[in-house]
């Protein structure tokens, strides 16, 4: 093994990367934010002078802040498509709340004998307003402006998953890469950025009361300025790459198409969950999926013919803590019944079952068992437990449904699923500190994510499918007494998919292709 | 001149005031006296249109101001509300100079007005004028409010129990101070309280409120001696004894009184009222000369008692 990169050393490897990403991040912050204080504001404003609607509001409000992140990114997909506009829609959305609550209390909280005295001295409706009611609800009003942007940075890293940027691409790059240095990359500053903020939002906060009306000048011009950064137009491109963290920073992923293919596309980064659909609505063009992902016969997309072999095969196996069986002897036959069942084609269809007709998992997996003639009805035992545990996609669960099913059906184990476990470093931690016993694992995967060889060695394996898995398994029973069973048959692999219509009339079927497409036909300017 | 003709004000079923008419000639003080909930606020909230009537009609100076722009209306006439309400993020200087810059006068022109009357009400300006309204005092801060009230001349004052928030000491030193302001004595005052030493003392007229009615109006004299009903007597009869003292002076008994022929030193003058007579003998003195014009009489406490009863009985 290579000597471990420093934190430091990755950080300059990549510090164009890394402003970008802050820039980016520092944009949908504040966008969001200027957009939530123009609009939440007034309304604040305005609920404070009418009682009966302010719990309306507030309750609306308050019930899209309830709303977990990834979801409401979830629900303004098929509205807004990807990249900035439904990243900044839910960060807007997200900041209203504390804004319009403490515009509301702030300005309820306003002496009434003061605005009065205000009126009976012959002030008008904005003469109290600005004169009198903002300036003295102001210090509630920025505490609310800085609670909204502090959960802003936050949520601002699940942008990298609809193609927004920021610097959620290391952090989700770094953790399925189960790279700690790309995570921390993204993580300190967004950290750092969050305290920066709070602590800048805290001075104006202090700044003399009596100063305040400068400071409604001064503060929408420097939000205004920062907004800047982000809104700069981004270029037009023919072919817009959309790729996962994961594939961002994989040798056998995009770095690999750029060292060995030299393909030279732009590209954003985009969450696995949407990307197909988002290829599908022409918003991408060329994206990185799995060989044997079900949206592929969904969304009408053909696999671009790796024609360089880059991406090594990744058979998928179970692997499983030598302790369990070692302990339960009969575990191992069980599980071994589903080895070579399953084909590409197969595992395409039940996935498209799952992912695309909305089957459930469990029932795809009884369904394809009784098919075989493997399906058992449950002993109930209560011999032991065997925790099964999977990444968060179809695939996953189908596959730990039939281990289930395999498992209670001839054996007198009982298990328990562990499922949506993330990616492969939060799965394999999870096995390597006992929390589950097996997981279905990739030999790809295991091998260069988890094992890190050197490239000679990788170069060595990879091209042929039986001599990687014997290394895999090899490695990982020395290093970590995992086992990995028999491969179950089909080979996830990476591949690089297009919309059929325009792969074709554009006339690519091989990465090559591509390349060749892109280099030699340059947009016009 | 204030004239206020049948006026109401209705809130959905219940009337805070009913058909309420008073009028108030340049340069005297109304004092609208009553318990809470009686509708004195309303009413007056209702001559800067604070509040809207919901019928009858008010005349300041022959205009009528319902036609009137409520915030010019507002700019001419001064308000001194009970909790102040000064502005907590404007220092005293600026305070009192919200209606001058909102009436557009020169800056000079406000500071030097400010200045005046901070003098006036004895805030030194180089000690208060930068002060902000938390580092006041009670009595300071109702001053402030006084101050800010006064500024643009306005030739009309409305005051809501403007001594209300003060303790008992204050209250009495600030009341006298106010009596003896120039600025006020030209000044046409609707004043509401309902402290009925503060009404007799500060009002030429007073009108007793009740249920959103006046029950009566008058000098405090005729309240006292010739109430409309029980609801007016029963609101003097705790401390009766106090205001009729303090409403009559020596003048009123001096026929009863022995002459004394000696002219001694210190003599007082018969304007005091029997009650300021009194707490004079109650200082440890047993005698007090009291002059009027040239003539002297020698007072004691029980000689005042028996000339105020045979006065009372006889009248």
Known sequence: MTRQQSLWEFVVQQSDKLWSQTVAHVGLTCVSLVIAVMIGLPLGIWIARKDRLAWAVLGIAGVLQTIPSIALLGFLIPALGIGSLPAITALFLYALLPIIRNTYTGIRQVDPAVTEAARALGMNYWQVLFGVELPLALPVILAGVRTAAVINVGVATLAAYIAAGGLGEFIFGGIALNNTNMILAGAIPAALLAILIDQLLALVQKINLRKARLLLVVMPVLMLTLSGFYLIPIADVKLLGGFTPEFMGREDGYLGLKSKYKLNIPTVVISDAVMYKAAFEKKLDVISGYSTDGRLKAYDLITLKDDQHIFPPYYASPLIRREILEKYPELQPAIDQLAGQITDSVMTELNYKVDYLKASPEKVAADFLRSRGLFKEPRNGNKGQVRLGSKIFAEQYILISMYKILIEGNTELKTVSRTGLGGTKICFDALANNEIDMYPEYTGTGLLVILKPTPRQIQEVSSDPEKAFAFVQKEFEKEYRMQWLKPIGFNNAYALMMRKEQAQSLHINTITDLKNYLANDQPPH | ?315
């Open chain 2, 1 to 315: 001149m204030i004239r206020a003709s049948h006026i109401s004000k209705q809130y959905g079923d219940v009337e805070a005031v009913r058909d309420i008419s008073f009028e108030v000639k340049e340069g005297e003080t109304l004092v609208l006296l009553g318990t809470s909930g009686c509708g004195k606020t309303t009413t007056l909230k209702m001559m800067n249109r604070l509040i809207e009537a919901s019928s009858g009609t008010i005349e300041i100076d022959g205009k009528d101001i319902f036609t009137e722009n409520p915030e010019q209306l507002r700019r001419t006439i001064g308000y001194v509300s009970q909790n102040n309400g000064l502005f907590p993020h404007f220092t005293v200087r600026e305070n009192i100079g919200i209606v001058p810059k909102l009436l557009k006068w020169e800056q000079s022109e406000i500071t030097r007005h400010t200045d005046r009357l901070l003098e006036q009400l004895r805030l030194p300006v180089r000690e208060f004028a930068s002060k902000y309204p938390d580092e006041l005092s009670g009595g300071q801060k109702q001053r402030v409010a006084v101050a800010r009230a006064l500024i643009a001349n306005p030739p009309v004052l409305l005051m809501d129990e403007p001594f209300g928030a003060l303790d008992p000491v204050t209250r009495a030193n600030l009341r006298q101070e106010f009596r003896e302001l120039p600025e006020l004595k030209r000044k046409t005052i609707v004043l509401v309280t309902h402290d009925v030493q503060e009404a007799f003392e500060l009002g030429d007229h007073i009108a007793v409120m009740d249920k959103g009615r006046i029950v009566q109006s008058g000098t405090a004299r005729q309240l006292l001696f010739n109430p409309a009903n029980s609801f007016v007597s029963s609101f003097f009869d705790h401390q009766r004894l106090f205001l009729e003292l303090n409403a009559f002076t020596f003048h009123d008994i001096w026929d009863s009184l022995p002459p004394e022929k000696v002219i001694g030193s210190g003599a007082v003058s018969a304007d005091l009222s029997l009650w300021e007579g009194m707490q004079q003998l109650g200082a440890g003195q047993t005698e007090l000369s009291v002059k009027r014009e040239n003539e002297i009489r020698l007072v004691s406490q029980t000689l005042i008692f028996q000339s105020f009863n045979n006065y009372k009985n006889t009248r």
